[in-house]
């Protein structure tokens, strides 16, 4: 019982939703860019890697943010902020996972899927939580980089190289995290406030955090959709995504016009986990080479 417990709060600081999305962008950048055959034991080796870098970065995070976490209603539960575990444990699990995944990656993929990962891990930890979070309003753009680098990583242990495709994925990847955040910043925006954190919600208001979502939305679809028209991906893939994105963008447009704007901005949220998690399927599924 006593270990279960020990288990459970050391699964809770890798931030196990988040790590489990950015799996399935590698995932569905590895199946992407598939030719016909891989060899399990890459495909294998580049997961575990990836996941233990990632899983690093955020224990950094945990790590670097246990004071502020403690303030926030949605994260003063966090094991760190409770302060449930020795800090000199997970600083040795931060550092053991970030070094034997980082190990991983150099020794058994390619140099582009390492430096991707390399720059997901420094922008994250370092640019991102360290020196923006807490101060600069326009972190979340930065923040997003980091999150981009998953699908790349997957993209790049099949093509070892950047190209157009690489490009769109990237693009994909931003302008969603966008409109995922903001939207959470909608209905959390009193917890921001109270805690000063300058996002832009609290600093440029709740309409134009809407408009901001819409727009990123919007440039979501016509970059998911490319890879239709560009001919990397099938109709049941331009069937599925288009028909869940008008809903998404429905809904949010939706929330403008609506009194139950927090309602709105969940439910928006909400999508954008289903839509990222049916994109990173979908291109794995019905990709054309
Ligand atoms: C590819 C990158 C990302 C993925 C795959 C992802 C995925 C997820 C998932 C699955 C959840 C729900 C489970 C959980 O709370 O852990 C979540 C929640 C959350 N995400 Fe993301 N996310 C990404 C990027 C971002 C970015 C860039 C930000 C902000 C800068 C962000 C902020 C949050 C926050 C604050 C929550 C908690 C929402 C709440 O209040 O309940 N995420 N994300
Ligand atoms: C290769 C590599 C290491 C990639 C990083 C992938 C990754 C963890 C992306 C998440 C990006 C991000 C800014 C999330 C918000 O975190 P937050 O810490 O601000 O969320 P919180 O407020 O809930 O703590």
Redesign the pocket.
Known sequence: MNLINIIKKYINII?PG??LG?LISFLGGIFFAFHGHIFFTKLYLSSIG?IL??A???IF?NII?RDI?KTVQ??KNRVLAKKLIKLKYVYFFAFFCGIIGFLILFLYTNFLVFF??MC??LI?VIV??LCM?RFVPYA?LI??I??A??IL?GYCTINSQIDLICIILFLILIFW?IAH?YSISIFRIKDYQKNNIPIFSVIRGIFLTQILIIINIFLFIIFTISLYFLEYTGIIYFSIIIFFNVIWLFITILSIFHTKIFLFSRISFIFSIIIIFLFNIMIGIDYIH
Do not use: A, E, H, W
């Open positions: 931030k988040i790590l950015n990836t870098v990632i690093s970065g955020c995070n943010d976490d949605r994260t991707n990962g997901g891990f994250y991102y939580t979070k979340t923040g997003s980091s999150g680098m998953p990583m995290q955040f």
